[in-house]
């Protein structure tokens, strides 16, 4: 439990964390040491992998060379039972809360577990939210749920309290990749307020601006993904952000 350990030493030391996620269709294998070295260099304290739909084979290969090339941990972020790789340090086991699909609730899950207990790996249970964006998603449309309305706190909060209540141990709320609009503040404020588990936030955040604005309303750990790829400077840019937020904290 190192990785559970040391988002719950964060959260409680109120320390912001950064998360870079790699999605095995988006990344080119050519691509993979200028994108792990772009991290190290930038001080990612996680790498994500995963996506909504993984096509192509590239999902060991990608945790084979964080593993041996970085010491960050490399924890999964599956899109469904089969993005399962036991070489890396930890699994974000995802419950959908925000949707009403039993497959994503717990369907996948009870396929996933045995083959999870096998391999070894950490297990992070998380509640996974996912937030409305402006427009679909890939995370929407393959999930086939619908995501919390972007004005609605009140129904983000009481999701989250409910998966806290669970014994979940991290809640995750997700625009979704490339989302049009990042979680508004309000809601991103909401979660935090009324529950204690660390709070990632991730999707659409391509702007260093966007990045301030989720640090500010509460966000614990900020997952950048698309936007990298389009500004490589994106992740110096978020990365100096959580520094300067954790120093201003005084928790560096
Ligand atoms: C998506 O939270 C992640 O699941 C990251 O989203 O690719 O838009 O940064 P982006």
Same mark, same amino acid.
């Given at each position: 439990?190192?990785?559970?350990?040391?988002?719950?030493?964060?959260?409680?030391?109120?320390?912001?964390?950064?998360?870079?996620?790699?999605?095995?269709?988006?990344?080119?294998?050519?691509?993979?040491?200028?994108?792990?070295?772009?991290?190290?260099?930038?001080?990612?304290?996680?790498?994500?992998?995963?996506?909504?739909?993984?096509?192509?084979?590239?999902?060991?290969?990608?945790?084979?060379?964080?593993?041996?090339?970085? /010491?960050?941990?490399?924890? *999964?972020?599956? $899109?469904?039972? @089969?993005?399962?790789? &036991?070489? %890396?340090?930890?699994? #974000?086991?995802?419950?959908?809360?925000?949707?009403?699909?039993?497959?994503?609730?717990?369907?996948?899950?009870?396929?996933?577990?045995?083959?999870?207990?096998?391999?070894?790996?950490?297990?992070?249970?998380?509640?996974?939210?996912?937030?409305?964006?402006?427009?679909?998603?890939?995370?929407?449309?393959?999930?086939?749920?619908?995501?919390?309305?972007?004005?609605?706190?009140?129904?983000?909060?009481?999701?989250?309290?409910?998966?806290?209540?669970?014994?979940?141990?991290?809640?995750?709320?997700?625009?979704?990749?490339?989302?049009?609009?990042?979680?508004?503040?309000?809601?991103?404020?909401?979660?935090?307020? /009324?529950?204690?588990?660390? *709070?990632?936030? $991730?999707?659409? @955040?391509?702007?260093? &601006?966007? %990045?301030?604005?989720? #640090?500010?309303?509460?966000?614990?750990?900020?997952?950048?993904?698309?936007?990298?790829?389009?500004?490589?400077?994106?992740?110096?840019?978020?990365?100096?952000?959580?520094?300067?937020?954790?120093?201003?904290?005084?928790?560096?």
């Amino acid at each position: 439990n190192r990785t559970q350990q040391i988002f719950d030493r964060n959260l409680a030391e109120g320390r912001k964390s950064l998360a870079l996620l790699l999605d095995p269709d988006d990344v080119e294998a050519a691509a993979l040491p200028g994108v792990l070295n772009n991290a190290i260099e930038n001080k990612v304290d996680f790498i994500f992998v995963g996506g909504s739909l993984v096509t192509s084979d590239n999902l060991s290969e990608l945790v084979r060379f964080v593993k041996s090339n970085s /010491n960050i941990p490399c924890i *999964l972020f599956p $899109g469904n039972a @089969i993005q399962i790789d &036991a070489n %890396a340090d930890a699994i #974000l086991f995802l419950s959908l809360i925000s949707g009403r699909n039993p497959e994503l609730l717990i369907g996948q899950q009870v396929v996933a577990a045995p083959i999870v207990k096998r391999s070894g790996l950490e297990v992070l249970p998380t509640g996974y939210m996912l937030v409305n964006s402006g427009r679909p998603t890939s995370a929407s449309y393959v999930s086939n749920t619908q995501p919390i309305p972007n004005d609605k706190p009140g129904i983000a909060a009481s999701t989250a309290m409910a998966g806290e209540m669970l014994g979940l141990k991290l809640i995750y709320m997700d625009a979704g990749s490339g989302a049009q609009d990042p979680i508004s503040p309000r809601v991103i404020r909401a979660v935090k307020k /009324n529950s204690g588990l660390p *709070l990632i936030v $991730g999707g659409g @955040i391509n702007h260093p &601006a966007k %990045a301030k604005e989720a #640090l500010l309303a509460g966000a614990d750990v900020l997952v950048v993904g698309n936007g990298v790829q389009k500004n490589l400077n994106l992740l110096t840019e978020v990365s100096e952000l959580v520094q300067l937020t954790n120093e201003t904290l005084n928790v560096n």
